[in-house]
């Protein structure tokens, strides 16, 4: 991890702790009721063109969901994720599927210290950017832009919010009932953390964040009404 000044963000847990051992273990278990983890690096893989002969980062990897599925399209993934608990999760899975060309660090967004000499050829991160607060969201898309391949790829995607603030309450109430009737009463109580807690943010200040750090959208992914999937490209 790189020594950052004092006065740097903390990325410290916000919302839900996974950094607890219990919640770590029970990521997996949680997510797959509502998501597809093979489904969504195979989709990831098609849109970015990933092959063979890339390195691919994945930013807040967690326990692997993606980056165990990402290890057999490419040459290398480095896998980042601030709990350790978490890592050591993907480690042991990794292990016991015999997947040998991940490469694991327990860092932040804005602490890992990647070797500029070998940038990496595409980013992944998925639901892992809205931890940060909206400033530090546009230094971690910097340090994204510093350690990739000039024409290489992001695939960012996350909880962006496209409602009117006049109808907050409403879509937020929406977004919760959805999610409740699709995974049951955990996840809805942690996406109430989230909205709460976390520090997701509007379309068109992702879309400015994403420019200024020297990135252009090639094309938005719209997975429902407050998900979207940013494909980008380093200038």
């Known amino acids: 991890m790189k020594n950052n000044p004092e006065w740097y963000y903390n990325e410290k847990p916000v919302g839900v702790d996974y950094l607890d051992p219990e919640i770590a273990r029970e990521y997996n278990k949680e997510h797959q009721k509502f998501r597809n983890f093979e489904d969504e690096t195979e ?16 930013f807040g990897c967690g326990t692997g969901g993606i980056a ?15 709990s350790r608990e978490m ?13 040998n060309n991940i490469e694991t660090h327990c860092a932040g967004f804005l602490t890992y210290n990647h070797d500029r ?5 595409k980013i992944v ?9 909206d400033f530090w969201k546009s230094v ?26 006049q109808d907050h309450q409403k879509d937020i109430g929406q977004m919760i009932n959805q999610m409740q009737n699709a995974a ?4 809805a109580d942690e996406l ?5 807690d976390e520090f997701s943010t509007y379309d068109w200040i992702m879309e400015g964040l994403l420019e200024k750090a020297g990135f252009s959208i090639d094309s938005v992914e719209v997975k429902a009404d407050n998900l979207r999937g940013y494909i980008c490209s380093r200038l």
């Open 184 to 187: 049951g009463d955990s996840m």
């Open 87 to 99: 890592l050591d999760i993907l480690e042991e899975k990794a292990k016991k599927e015999n997947v």
């Open 43 to 58: 989709s990831i893989v098609q849109i970015l063109g990933i092959t063979l002969d890339d390195t691919v980062l994945d």
């Open 140 to 165: 971690a898309l910097l340090n994204m832009a510093k350690i990739i391949k000039k024409g290489g790829k992001l695939y960012l995607f996350d909880v962006v919010f496209t409602f009117n603030i």
């Open 117 to 121: 000499s070998a940038k990496v050829d």
């Open 125 to 133: 991160s998925m639901v892992a950017l809205h931890h940060l607060p």
């Open 68 to 82: 165990l599925n990402m290890a057999k399209y490419c040459k290398k993934v480095i896998g980042v994720d601030i």
């Open 192 to 196: 109430k953390v989230h909205i709460r």
